[in-house]
């Protein structure tokens, strides 16, 4: 099962930056792959992490339906990212000043999550660098997938 995993916890004053930036209220987002979720966090680049280490009260759930084939696409990408850097240039420069601007070997959490999915054949039509953990979680609860 692939669910995205909003984060909606206490967090930091970074936390509470993007969510004031994004008009929301998620600053982090995971895709999650059956018990792993994977990810790119600031001061560690991608990773992944075991569940559960979610509090579950400091998280949203989104379900996304896909095949066993687009499943294992989408986790064998995760995979190879692992130990990318955080984007920190991609945040400032697409998130806040709007610019367009993709490292090929950098990411942050929404455009991580958004390129997972474009990996695994959904969601094309999004752009992963303007793709905010607030954005994303919007478009997705608005346009569900169907089980291909």
């Not at 929301?24 to 987002?29: D, I, L, P, Q, W």
């Not at 560690?44 to 400091?58: A, H, I, S, W």
């Not at 367009?100 to 054949?121: P, V």
Request: glycine share 6%; hydrophobic share 35%; net charge neutral.
């Amino acid at each position: 099962m692939v669910k995205l995993a909003f984060y909606k916890g206490p967090g930091d004053l970074f936390d509470k930056g993007i969510r004031l930036w994004t008009w929301g209220t998620y600053s982090h987002v995971e895709v999650m792959i059956d018990d792993v979720a994977f990810s790119s966090f600031p001061g560690v680049g991608t990773r992944y992490l075991l569940y559960p280490y979610f509090k579950p009260q400091d998280w949203d759930y989104v379900e996304i339906p896909m095949d066993s084939v687009a499943q294992a696409h989408l986790h064998s990408w995760c995979m190879s990212e692992m130990h990318c850097d955080y984007d920190w240039a991609g945040v400032w420069l697409c998130q806040v000043l709007g610019l367009t601007r993709q490292s090929k070997t950098k990411w942050f959490c929404s455009e991580f999550c958004t390129q997972a999915l474009r990996i695994a054949g959904l969601y094309k039509e999004l752009t992963p660098h303007k793709m905010s953990p607030n954005g994303l979680y919007r478009y997705v609860t608005r346009h569900p997938t169907v089980n291909k």
